[in-house]
């Protein structure tokens, strides 16, 4: 991701304004962006600056909705740390990969509070119905008047977990036979092939997996890398293949 910072030396402002004129500048700005015009005294003795709303922006479109106040004052005050606005947006680049770009839009040097000039009642419907809004919970309790028919019916009990008590059950029945017993017979699953998966070796003998794994790790090696990833082998003292023999996996 590219870092544009042609912007670094340009001084802005950090603005905190009411959550109803962000709303209202959203949803009523025009394409051009202008939401209103900012009045600055000169006199520094008084160091006001008035934010006055653009027209558009304040009318309400129901001459019953609470109007919303032209001018507001900004509090200035100043900043502890180093600030910077960032932007984010296609780099513009040709290639087929299109990629995110960074800039910086500039180094925040004041922070001011937007605060109405002369708040009015109107003001005050504003701030509670702000206030109500966010309170609102996301999700609400709703009374059916009728009985749903396309949604997913309770059942007693999960595939995934009938499937489970399935293999607990058959692996109780598989009655331990003796090491020496299964030795030969994973001796002689060998002989017919050099790689087995787990899944294949208790087909075979037919014996609990946890058993079956602590008398393969005496006489068998797991592979973890490939050709042969996931398949046990016997260990070196125990194969007795030619040097032209072949290896098989289990299919």
Not at 35 to 56: M, S
Not at 153 to 181: C, F, L, Q
Not at 210 to 217: A, E, F, G, Q, R
Request: aromatic share 8%.
């Amino acid at each position: 991701m590219e870092l544009d910072c042609n912007g670094a030396g340009r001084d802005v402002w950090l603005v905190k304004v009411p959550k109803y004129l962000s709303n209202l500048w959203m949803e009523k700005a025009d394409p051009s962006g202008i939401v209103g015009t900012l009045k600055i005294n000169k006199n520094p003795q008084k160091n006001e600056i008035i934010y006055r709303l653009a027209e558009p922006i304040a009318v309400g479109e129901d001459s019953s909705e609470a109007k919303v106040p032209r001018d507001f004052k900004l509090l200035m005050s100043k900043v502890e740390q180093p600030l910077v606005v960032l932007s984010e947006g296609p780099s513009g680049a040709e290639d087929e990969e299109m990629t995110e770009k960074l800039a910086v839009e500039g180094r925040v040097v004041q922070r001011a509070d937007c605060r109405p000039l002369n708040p009015s009642n109107d003001y005050f419907l504003h701030k509670r119905k702000s206030i109500q809004v966010a309170s609102k919970p996301a999700r609400q309790a709703q009374q059916l008047k009728k009985i749903v028919t396309n949604a997913y019916k309770p059942v007693s009990d999960h595939k995934m977990n009938i499937e489970y008590k399935k293999k607990k059950k058959d692996e109780g029945k598989r009655a331990r036979a003796t090491e020496e017993d299964v030795k030969a017979s994973l001796f002689s699953a060998f002989e017919q092939h050099q790689y087995y998966n787990l899944k294949d070796l208790v087909h075979k003998t037919q014996q609990p997996i946890v058993y079956l794994k602590s008398i393969l790790k005496e006489i068998a090696q797991y592979n973890t890398k490939n050709p042969h990833k996931n398949m046990w082998e016997l260990k070196p003292e125990y194969r007795h293949y030619g040097k032209n023999t072949e290896d098989k996996d289990s299919s």
